[in-house]
């Protein structure tokens, strides 16, 4: 007699769960409350060819009207399924070259010339297309089920008009995850981008020189309203503390510290396309603009500094597009001689290639069982249990992930550096900084002509 032995459904949301962003997963189906920034709107030109767009692991098409609409839908024609990667984008739609029907980007059927007169059935018929907006230069896709989607999130950087604000587009061969933690792991940068200088290879002002000075700083971080935020600190000059400060933002954002509070803002989204590969956005703000190398007392570029790398030409292919040439496949043009010789400590010339090296090194996804996490580690940790708590409310009360229906909790997030007073603890010194911070577009409409 054999008998089966069912294993029981498990409904345990524990932080590798948070990996998994397929439709119908507990993270998939969480990402999909938010509006995601799907295609740069570079991208698309009205009434030229679609492209394929991977996104949430769903085989997507994008395209433009000839209205300047974009569209985002199922790559399937809804008739027999042909790929409408193929199709003709002609008088504000796109048509199907398999039997010519057309749809609207909303996804309506306003054409079905293979079907005699008086069997026309276009009102039954519709593909499935997904509500798109356009802001900060990006199109961005609500993949969710709600008939009216929810507000757009007000992060600072990427709900900047298109002509102020920088974006850009990196994609990378590994899990959303693994990227955005990078970015909160601000002890890697001593050693992964800074190993092999000294404190005295910068000139006096670049706050630089404190992080090479001391690569292992005090930590501070607390839970947030919009995710979770850190401050590394480091002893500066009479009685003051230098403050690297970064956060998280639900559900796969980042700020960095990549200037002075006062005088970037920046937000990066690293939207899954599918478990194994993320695109990342990043848009940036700055007062003036940042030197993509980072020069000595003598102006020479500092090795391993640069801040921009080598893109292969972009294909239709889904994982076609912003692959920089450096990859997986290459040991992404490691310089052992470089590594080896002390110029720089990695042997990668450009910080773009250091980071992404490290986590594409990890595998597709990184098992998070085999990993020892240590009190420098506390934002990852933080951060994780901070996703798997909504993540859990979301799932089991059905409550609405962070910032989907409160989109203005986002846009009190800034990251940066500076140097306070070290009486002032965590989070006051943040709260204190922030306090005094203006937005752009305030900065804008309040300057003189
Ligand atoms: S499969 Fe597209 S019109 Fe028939
Ligand atoms: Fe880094």
Redesign the pocket.
Known sequence: MSSTIVPPVSTRIDTQALTRIGKGTPMGDFMRQYWIPAILSSELVADREPVRLMLLGEKLIAFRDSNGKAAVMDERCPHRGVSLFMGRVEDGGIRCVYHGWKFLADGTCVDMPSVPEQQQCKHLVKARAYPTRECGGVIWAYLGDRAEPPSMPLIEAAMLPAQEVNVYCLQRECNYLQMAE?DLDTS??GF??LGCLEPDDFPPDNPLRFAAENRAPEFASSEMPWGTSYGAHRAASDGQRYWRVANFLFPFWTQTPQGDFSDHIDARAFVPMDDHHTMMFHFSWARKSRPLVVEDNNGKPLPGLKNNNELLPNTTDWFGRWRPIANPSNDWLIDRDMQRNGVTFSGLDN?RT??QAAVESMGPIVDHALEHLVPSDQMVGKTRRRMVKALQRFVEQKVSPPGVDDPEVFAAARSGFFVADAQVDWPDVYHDRARSLQHPAAETSTSPA
Do not use: A, E, G, Y
């Open positions: 990078s890697h940068f992964l981008h910080i250091q980071d």
